[in-house]
């Protein structure tokens, strides 16, 4: 699934480490998500979207590029 999420958080010049903190989650696990390795689940694509003030559908893709 392609995602804007390695772009917002870099608009916001937070660290991995910085967001995983916002998210709850461990800096690996940002990493994979923003990499493509890993999908979030619904309940994290959903804090997510309400930290940046934005819909899953905007930050992310799941059609085939």
Do not use: C, Y
């Not at 870099?10 to 990493?31: C, G, H, I, K, Y």
């Not at 994979?32 to 999908?39: L, M, P, Q, R």
């Not at 899953?56 to 893709?61: G, L, Q, T």
Request: glycine share 2%; net charge positive.
């Amino acid at each position: 699934m392609n995602n804007r999420l390695k772009v917002l958080r870099a608009e916001r010049n937070w660290s991995q480490a910085e967001l995983a903190m916002r998210l709850d989650v461990s800096r690996q696990a940002v990493n994979a998500i923003e990499t493509g390795k890993h999908d979030p689940s619904l309940p994290l694509a959903f804090r997510i979207a309400r930290l940046f003030a934005l819909s899953i559908e905007e930050i992310f893709d799941d059609r085939a590029s």
